[in-house]
C-alpha cells in the first residue's frame, strides 16, 4: 500500500528482550541484549546505520518463543533465531549489507509461542 | 526479497515507550504506554490479534523522536503521528481493520531524531 515511497528505513532490526517466568521459553535468558548490542555496534561499525540505512531495536514479546532467541528485519519481514555472535555478524554482513538473506538462521514457519 | 512467503504477521506494530532526559524529544511523555495498551486492546477486541494478522509491540527509541509519539506499521513501513486515543482507534479500525492508511496520521518524512 505503500509501493511508491521507500522504508524510512532500509532494513529496521527488532530483537525480542523479553523475560518470562521460570521455565517459560523466552528469548532474554538465550542472550539476546548481548546480541542487540554486538548488532548495534556492528551496524554502526559498518557505516550502515541511519534513515535511508539499517536501525536496530530491542522490543517486547513477539510471541515466537518457540524459535527465540530470535530477530525480525523488517520491510521484508524476515525472522531469524540466533545462537552465538557469529550469526548476528553474519546476519549483518550478509543481510543487512549485502542483502542476503541468511538461510540457515531462518525461524521455521510453525514457531510461534 | 521474500516476495514468495506471506509476512508471519500481516501488521505488526511497533510502539516507540523511550523516555529522554527532561528537555529532550521523547515519546514516552506522550501518552505512549496508555496508547500502546489501547492499541492492544483494540485488536483484541476486533478479532485480529496473531499470526497472519495483527501483533503490537513496544519498542525502544527509533530515532524519529521530533514526530513523537510515534508508532510504525510492517511491513507496510507506515509511520504514525498519534495523539490521542481516536488516532489510535482510527489506526485499528482502517488501516489494522480494513488496510486503509491513515494518511492525516502520517509521520511527516523528514522528521528524525
Known amino acids: 500500500m505503500t509501493d511508491s515511497?521507500?522504508?524510512?528505513?532500509?532494513?529496521?532490526?527488532?530483537?525480542?528482550?523479553?523475560?518470562?517466568?521460570?521455565?517459560e521459553a523466552s528469548c532474554a535468558p538465550h542472550g539476546a541484549r548481548a546480541a542487540l548490542d554486538r548488532c548495534k555496534a556492528k551496524v554502526k561499525e559498518a557505516g550502515l546505520a541511519g534513515p535511508g540505512g539499517v536501525r536496530v531495536n530491542q522490543a517486547g514479546c513477539m510471541n515466537r518463543c518457540q524459535g527465540g532467541p530470535i530477530?525480525?528485519?523488517?520491510?521484508e519481514a524476515v525472522w531469524y533465531t540466533y545462537v552465538d555472535e557469529s550469526d548476528i555478524d553474519e546476519i549483518v554482513e550478509s543481510h543487512l549489507k549485502n542483502g542476503r538473506?541468511?538461510?540457515?538462521?531462518?525461524?521455521?514457519?510453525?514457531l510461534g509461542r
Open 5 to 23: 515511497a521507500p522504508s524510512y528505513y532500509k532494513h529496521h532490526v527488532f530483537f525480542c528482550l523479553n523475560e518470562r517466568d521460570k521455565g
Open 101 to 110: 538473506v541468511v538461510q540457515r538462521l531462518l525461524t521455521p514457519l510453525h
Open 71 to 75: 530477530a525480525v528485519v523488517y520491510p
